[in-house]
């Protein structure tokens, strides 16, 4: 992979190029259809009830599902997202800045998946997406608001199966081999307690910069102050 400097003058230009790049694995090759050489994860908290029944338009859930598209939920000190909005869900491509020790690195996803369903004695609203090529991971991540119908308990779920890809680069592949799994699941635990955390105070509905790009989380921007250049991965020699 090739790598080129990206700046937050850049963004937009970056954000605009990821509908280029395609998901940068072989579904068939993936859980459930192989589960070897891949990392599966099911994680989950409760943030709270409402009456029970289906989602309320003005509970809980729904509030929670609202900071789940917005992307509110992460880490800031390990990820931030970038993307365009307002704009629909289903095909939305993130920008995704990764921290990793004095590293920053610009990564694509592509939300290809959405749902709406009650299933099992539960109201689930959710959302996928995948890595795109140049992204140091390949696997699908599945943000879910969960609320079962006879208790009204709900919950926050990650569920998610992931690789690490092909990483030209030896520093940069043995960082990842050392420190990316750790990192994963930080984040995973980190954005599980955020939500919980945030939905005591929920921020306002997400607003676009000039340039029509929403930074998530909204308290911080993506580059976090830091002068620092990111790198935007590319495939090629």
Known sequence: MRR????????????GELSLRSVN????????????????????????REEPGKIADD??????????????????????????????????????????????FAMGVRITEAHDEVR?????????????????EQGKLTYEIAKNLASGTVEFRIRAHSRRARIRNPLIALGFRLFGRRTQVR?????????????????????????????APADRPPFGGDPVTIRLLHPGK
């Open 187 to 215: 984040f995973y635990a980190n954005a599980l307690e955020r939500l919980a955390r945030t939905m005591q105070a929920p921020p306002a509905p997400p607003q676009p910069h000039d340039d029509g790009l929403v930074r």
């Open 120 to 136: 099992d004695g539960e109201h689930r609203i959710g959302w996928s997406y995948q890595t795109l090529d140049g992204h140091l």
């Open 25 to 48: 694995y072989a579904e068939q090759e993936a859980p459930p259809h192989v589960v070897a050489g891949w990392h599966q994860d099911d994680m989950r908290v409760v943030l709270g």
């Open 59 to 104: 509970g809980l859930g729904n509030a929670a599902a609202e900071l789940v598209n917005s992307y509110e939920f992460a880490d800031p000190a390990i990820l931030r997202a970038v993307y365009r909005y307002p704009g629909d869900l289903i095909g939305r491509n993130m920008l995704l800045v990764g921290r990793f020790l004095i590293l920053r």
């Open 4 to 15: 080129r400097p990206v700046r937050e003058d850049d963004l937009a230009e970056v954000v």
